[in-house]
């Protein structure tokens, strides 16, 4: 109840006044305030979330454009709160799904109170990163500068990519860090809290994510999905779970639905004999049987919905299509 009420309130109200009457008293000069991971396809906001947390609750993938939602992962200590914003990966759109995620992560800015335009410093500065740091000229709150996968930089190619990617913009602070083997992250977290104004929480404190059960079953499925299939395939899946019921105490009945846009499509996510749809099940019913703590049948079914990256209305249906209020 409390987890559905939060939302709520951050769907009605853009950054929601903190609820009243479900927290204990707060120190003087506790600190709480909205992060946004910024940046394009790729770079590791996602692996970066999970690691600041010290739980997934984002998935990840290789593939560009894993991240569609934006999805809000909540830092608790003593004295302060963060809540990080993961952002779908900024990128020149080809289709309306594309639109809807960029709208996506640029409706999270006007909430924040930093921003973290995260790159990957092993590469070269991309036109992608020339675009992100574009959308966050006039942004109106901090911005860090975030040197991800610093361990797979050559120690002689760091200042010279350091340099590279502040030229993109003018930042307030650079730090470098490896989402992937937790270098720099416990300094990370004590500089985003210094960006923070006084105030109480947001969340309780028990309270990692914003995002529903039903949400993250739906996730791992895509995830599972996207690991296990090649070609155009990722890009036109959306994953829909249509019913979650209690067998026994011990067993919990979810049935999904992989969406596809094309009868070819609907082919290879089945596989020869039903293989490749077996691997998938068999991927996302561990990982959900781990998240839940419980056993899990796990019933999936592939539909096609041609177009449907395109179709507003399907949009609508599968949580990527945001309202004019969200974005304005």
């Not at 770079?43 to 290789?62: M, Q, R, W, Y």
């Not at 289709?95 to 092993?122: I, N």
């Not at 993109?168 to 989402?179: I, M, Q, W």
């Not at 109480?200 to 529903?212: E, L, N, V």
Request: charged share 25%; net charge negative; hydrophobic share 40%.
């Amino acid at each position: 109840m409390i987890e559905a009420a939060i939302s709520e309130a951050m769907k009605d109200a853009g950054k929601p006044a903190p609820p009243s009457g479900i927290f204990p008293e707060v120190p003087e000069g506790f600190r709480s305030g909205f992060a946004v991971l910024w940046g394009r396809p790729n770079v590791g906001k996602s692996t970066l979330l999970n690691a600041l947390l010290g739980e997934k609750i984002a998935i990840v993938s290789p593939k560009p454009q894993t991240t569609r939602n934006r999805i809000a992962g909540v830092l608790n200590w003593e004295n302060s709160q963060v809540v990080l914003w993961d952002t779908p990966g900024i990128h020149r759109p080809k289709h309306r799904l594309g639109e809807c995620l960029v709208e996506s992560a640029r409706s999270a800015l006007p909430d924040a109170e930093v921003v973290l335009f995260v790159v990957d410093v092993s590469v070269k500065p991309s036109e992608e990163d020339a675009l992100c740091s574009d959308h966050l000229r006039g942004v109106g709150c901090p911005v860090m500068l975030l040197l991800n996968k610093v361990d797979l930089c050559p120690a002689e190619d760091l200042d010279k990519r350091w340099q590279s990617y502040s030229e993109l913009l003018r930042c307030d602070k650079v730090a470098a860090v490896s989402a992937l083997t937790g270098a720099g992250l416990s300094d990370l977290a004590a500089v985003v809290v210094d960006f923070l104004p006084e105030g109480p929480p947001y969340f309780p404190a028990d309270m990692i994510t914003d995002q529903t059960e039903s949400f993250m079953i739906g996730e791992l499925i895509r995830e599972a999905t996207l690991h296990l299939t090649h070609q155009e395939i990722p890009y036109s899946i959306a994953v829909t779970v249509e019913e979650m019921t209690p067998r026994s105490e011990s067993l919990l009945y979810i049935a999904a639905n992989v969406v596809v846009e094309r009868d070819s499509q609907k082919g290879i996510v089945i596989g020869n004999g039903g293989k490749m749809l077996r691997q998938i099940g068999e991927s996302a019913r561990s990982e959900i049987e781990r998240k839940l703590d419980c056993k899990v049948f796990l019933d999936l079914h592939v539909k096609v919905r041609e177009k449907w990256r395109s179709d507003e209305a399907s949009l609508q249906r599968f949580g990527y299509a945001l309202s004019r209020r969200d974005v304005s």
